[in-house]
């Protein structure tokens, strides 16, 4: 199981803990996933993703998950969140 968001693409990177001292020791920086149940408007159905807290934030400041997947580039995308993109995408063109 990857610690990586499914929608922004956030993943664990990694640094140094610095001491006072000014030693340095190998660190991650993990993302703040939570699973969560987002619900798609377009399609009708609730899907479960794996999310960071910040796209959570981003979801809900797009007024919700459809606007927030046909605004997002692919690139940051997991296959799930690329799919579920483009039955959304279909679903409003056939509206």
Known sequence: MSRVCELTGKA????????????RTRRKFRPN?????LMSDALGQSVKMKISAHA???????GGLDNFLVK????N????????KKSIK???AAA
């Open 12 to 23: 664990v990177m990694s640094g140094n803990n610095v001491s006072h001292a000014l030693n």
């Open 56 to 62: 959570l934030r981003s979801v809900e400041h797009n």
């Open 90 to 92: 279909k679903k409003l």
């Open 33 to 37: 996933l939570t699973k969560v149940t």
């Open 72 to 75: 997002a580039n692919d690139t």
């Open 77 to 84: 995308l997991s296959l799930k969140a690329r799919r579920l």
